[in-house]
Structure formats: C-alpha cells, structure tokens
C-alpha cells in the first residue's frame, strides 16, 4: 500500500484544532469547526481519512451522494452505524426521520470525556437537497454540538458554496475556520514519485497535483512513461478524472462547457473566446466566465503595470485539466479504440509550446513563496505584461500592488527549454521590454530549466530554486 505523502501543513492545522477541543474540554464551549474546500479530487477526504487515522479518537464519517433529503439520512444512519463512535447503537435503534431530529440524537450519542472527530464531505449537496439545512445546522452547533469536546469537519468540493456557508448573512456565518486544500505541491510530487526538480514540475502540470493521478504514476518513472501508460489504460485517472470533474460540476448542456474548452483550447481574449465557442453572445459569455471564475475553474488576469489596462485574459487555472482540455478530450475516441499512440505523438509535437506557457503560473508563484531572498525583495504582486497585439510580453512583474502598481520591484523572463541557456540574446529582449513600460532601472531577473549564459540580471532561479519553495508546506 503506497505511504501518505504530504500534507504536512493541512495535517498540522487539523492536529492543533483537535488539541484545543482536548484542552477546552470540559469548558461550556469546547468543539471546534473547521469549513474546509478544495476542488474535486484534490484529496480532501483522503487528507481528513488519514488525519482521523493518525488521531486515533471516536469518529464518524458522512459523505453525501446528492440524493433526495431522505436518502441522505438513510446513509447517515449507516455511516453512524459503521463509525467508531461507543454509543452509535442508540442512533440506528431510534432512527431519526428528520435532520433536526438527527443532529439532535448525534449530539447525544458524542462522548462527554474525550475529543471525537465527525466529519460531513460533499456538504454543498446537503445544502441544495435538504431544506434549511444551513439553519438546522447552525441551531444543532450552537445549542448542541458545540457544548461537546468534537470536532466538526464541514467539506465541499464546491468552492463558491463553501465559501458562502461562512457569509455575513447566512446562518454558520463565523461558526467555523476556514481552510482550503490545494493540490499535491512540487516538493511533495517530487518526494512521492522520486523525481529530479525538473521533472517534478512536469509532473505537476500534466497531474495537477491531484493525488489519485499521481498515484498511477510508477516512482522515478520518466513523463512519457507515465503517459505511454496512462493513454494505454482507457479508464487511467489521467483520462477520466477530468470528465468526472466537470460531469459533477457542468451539465453536458451547460455553454460554460463550451466555453471552457475554448479557453482550455488556447483562446485568451473575450473575443476570440466567444468566436471559438461558437460565435455565442457578449451577455452568454459575460454569464458562463463569471461562472467558471465563480467557481475558480478559470482565471481571469490583467497585466500589472503603473498603467491601467482592459486587457484581460483568461486560463484554465487547474493545470491538469488544461492540460486535459487541450491534449486529450479532443482525442477520446482515438484513445478509446486504443490508439493513444497518436495522441502521446501530439502530445510530444505541442509539449514544449505548451509547458512553456502553462508553467507560467507555477513560477509566480513559487517565486512568491521563495521571496525575499538575498537579491530581490518580496513582492506583494507577481504576474504578467503584455499588450493587446503583445509587441511588448513579460512573463514576470514583481510589484507592491496589482494590477496598477506605485512601484515595480522587478521583470523577468521565463525559459523552460531543455538544451537551451537564457543567453545574451535573450536578455537583450528582455530590456528592450522593460524599456517600453519605464524609464526606471527595474531589475531583471531570469527563471529557466537549463541555466543562465550571461552577465547583466540581477537574479536566476532553476528548477532546483523553485522547488526549495514548496519545501515543508
């Protein structure tokens, strides 16, 4: 069985909430509640699962499945029944009809004199299917729950709704801490697969860091390796994990589908967004972004510059599925018939145009987490420039703010080519750009895969520097 890899961070957070609802007990008050989200896949049960493990206190452990309200309760009367809990028997003899009813008899059957976990996943679906919900579980915390040494792990993979659960005006409004849960880091990738830096961040891109795919990833494999084989297997993670993403989030009838794979496609700009998404309406596309942005499927960016600018730009912000989206759903039925040969052979002919841009997130921000160091400062803001026709493209702005700065703290270039040394050449692009948005002697910097060849930047980072950053987090 393959070890836990990582979370250390998300572990330690959980650990520390449980030894405060230790050391409140016997307080009028002692549970805790933690709101946690991420996207879907992303291990979020896997994470809570090993954290219950490891604490080794009475627990329970409810998932909803996004049936009716009744069905729900049906499957909360099992998880109870198979939970660790000592006094589970009194819940299923009782049999509670209604959620009222049910978090009622919960409460009662927690342990006085020890911390116990219970955990609700897929709350969002609870939300939509159980009529107030949010009201009946903010009157059993605050009469009931809360007066037990527990602690309550609310998680949902639906992160707008998640996020809403803690608004102002909804009734959990400040019941809980929030905690959000990321993909598998660089540093963990290249722990769990034995990969050289380099490598580590292949992988992040073409996983995402979801650790079911990363999984099906044989340790110290190369990346070609790992697609040979996943595009061999037509119901590998690397195939379906997306498909299943979006079923769960998108309806197939939904044109934020259709716009997304446009954007997952390459388009950037509204315009050519919309014309690739079927020549769709300026209100239809205004309606699908906002939703896909809502719902932090895809980003949207201005450049940073002590200039304002309408230039937004959109990507897929999970670099898994925009790798997904552009290599692969357009190609399912020839992996299904079982030549995914062709694709790998595609994959190979776009990669280096394609990680080329797509690595460009994952360097601002590492870069973010590694700053300061002992030649720049640490930037409040680090992003991109570029113009309409993009005569003028910096791949890194650092700057104290975003997206009209006061003040740029330094620009740079991003060269992740195997073989290829950012070199004089390069360099000299660079400050040709740097002249056509100030007069001021910005420093300049350089992120590369393969070293630097000149004299004249103020700081370089390879793939070894920028791993660093996501050391122990």
Same mark, same amino acid.
């Given at each position: 069985?393959?070890?836990?890899? #990582?979370?250390?961070?998300?572990?330690?957070?959980?650990?520390?909430?449980?030894?405060?609802?230790?050391?409140?007990?016997?307080?009028?008050?002692? #549970?805790?509640?933690?709101?946690?989200?991420?996207?879907?896949?992303?291990?979020?049960?896997?994470?809570?699962?090993?954290?219950?493990?490891?604490?080794?206190?009475?627990?329970?452990?409810?998932?909803?499945?996004?049936?009716?309200?009744?069905?729900?309760?049906?499957?909360?009367?099992?998880?109870?029944?198979?939970?660790?809990?000592?006094?589970?028997?009194?819940?299923?003899?009782?049999?509670?009809?209604?959620?009222?009813?049910?978090?009622?008899?919960?409460?009662?059957?927690?342990?006085?004199?020890?911390?116990?976990?219970?955990?609700?996943?897929?709350?969002?679906?609870?939300m939509n299917r159980v009529d107030a919900f949010e009201g009946m579980l903010q009157r059993a915390w605050d009469r009931l729950l809360s007066h037990k040494p527990v602690l309550l792990l609310l998680i949902g993979s639906d992160i707008?709704?998640?996020?809403?659960?803690?608004?102002?005006?909804?009734?959990?409004?400040?019941?809980?801490?929030?905690?959000?849960?990321?993909?598998?880091?660089?540093?963990?990738?290249?722990?769990?697969?034995?990969?050289?830096?380099?490598?580590?961040?292949?992988?992040?891109?073409?996983t995402g860091g979801l650790p079911l795919i990363c999984a099906d990833w044989r340790p110290g494999a190369s990346l070609w390796e790992f697609l040979r084989e996943s595009l061999d297997d037509p119901i590998s993670a690397l195939l379906?994990?997306?498909?299943?993403?979006?079923?769960?989030?998108?309806?197939?009838?939904?044109?934020?589908?259709?716009?997304?794979?446009?954007?997952?496609?390459?388009?950037?700009?509204?315009?050519?967004?919309?014309?690739?998404?079927?020549?769709?309406?300026?209100?239809?596309?205004?309606?699908?972004?906002?939703?896909?942005?809502?719902?932090?499927?895809?980003?949207?960016?201005?450049?940073?510059?002590?200039?304002?600018?309408?230039?937004?730009?959109?990507?897929?912000?999970?670099?898994?599925?925009?790798?997904?989206?552009?290599?692969?759903?357009?190609?399912?039925?020839?992996?299904?018939?079982?030549?995914?040969?062709?694709?790998?052979?595609?994959?190979?002919? #776009?990669?280096?145009?394609?990680?080329?841009?797509?690595?460009?997130?994952?360097?601002?921000?590492?870069?973010?987490?590694?700053?300061?160091? #002992?030649?720049?400062?640490?930037?409040?803001?680090?992003?991109?420039?570029?113009?309409?026709?993009?005569?003028?493209?910096?791949?890194?702005?650092?700057?104290?703010?975003?997206?009209?700065?006061?003040?740029?703290?330094?620009?740079?270039?991003?060269?992740?080519?195997?073989?290829?040394?950012?070199?004089?050449?390069?360099?000299?692009?660079?400050?040709?750009?740097?002249?056509?948005?100030?007069?001021?002697?910005?420093?300049?910097?350089?992120?590369?895969?393969?070293?630097?060849?000149?004299?004249?930047?103020?700081?370089?980072?390879?793939?070894?520097?920028?791993?660093?950053?996501?050391?122990?987090?």
């Open positions: 069985m393959r070890r836990f890899i #990582g979370r250390s961070r998300e572990l330690a957070v959980l650990a520390r909430a449980l030894e405060q609802v230790r050391a409140a007990s016997g307080s009028v008050k002692p #549970g805790r509640c933690i709101l946690m989200r991420g996207r879907r896949r992303v291990g979020k049960s896997s994470l809570v699962e090993e954290f219950v493990r490891r604490a080794g206190v009475p627990s329970l452990f409810f998932t909803a499945a996004g049936g009716p309200a009744e069905d729900e309760l049906a499957e909360l009367h099992d998880a109870v029944a198979n939970s660790t809990l000592a006094d589970r028997a009194l819940f299923t003899e009782e049999a509670p009809a209604q959620w009222n009813a049910a978090f009622r008899l919960l409460a009662e059957i927690l342990p006085d004199d020890v911390p116990s976990v219970v955990v609700l996943d897929e709350v969002p679906y609870l707008s709704m998640m996020e809403a659960l803690n608004e102002y005006d909804r009734p959990f409004h400040q019941r809980g801490t929030e905690m959000v849960v990321g993909p598998l880091n660089p540093a963990d990738i290249a722990e769990m697969l034995d990969l050289e830096p380099a490598t580590a961040f292949d992988a992040a891109l073409v379906v994990s997306a498909e299943r993403s979006l079923a769960a989030e998108f309806p197939p009838q939904a044109m934020s589908r259709e716009v997304l794979r446009a954007i997952g496609a390459g388009e950037r700009t509204f315009t050519n967004i919309a014309r690739a998404a079927g020549g769709i309406s300026h209100t239809t596309l205004t309606r699908a972004t906002d939703v896909l942005t809502r719902k932090r499927v895809v980003a949207a960016e201005l450049p940073i510059s002590t200039r304002p600018s309408k230039e937004r730009r959109y990507r897929v912000a999970d670099p898994y599925l925009r790798f997904w989206l552009t290599f692969l759903d357009p190609h399912m039925a020839e992996i299904e018939r079982m030549r995914g040969d062709l694709t790998l052979g595609r994959i190979r002919q #776009g990669w280096t145009s394609w990680r080329g841009r797509a690595i460009e997130p994952l360097v601002r921000e590492s870069l973010a987490r590694l700053l300061p160091d #002992g030649d720049l400062p640490a930037a409040p803001a680090i992003g991109g420039y570029w113009t309409r026709g993009n005569e003028v493209e910096i791949d890194l702005v650092g700057a104290d703010r975003e997206p009209v700065a006061r003040h740029l703290l330094f620009l740079g270039s991003i060269k992740w080519v195997e073989n290829s040394s950012f070199d004089s050449h390069d360099l000299a692009a660079l400050q040709r750009h740097r002249a056509a948005i100030t007069d001021e002697p910005v420093p300049l910097v350089a992120v590369t895969r393969n070293g630097v060849a000149c004299d004249g930047l103020r700081a370089g980072y390879n793939a070894e520097d920028l791993l660093s950053a996501w050391a122990g987090t």
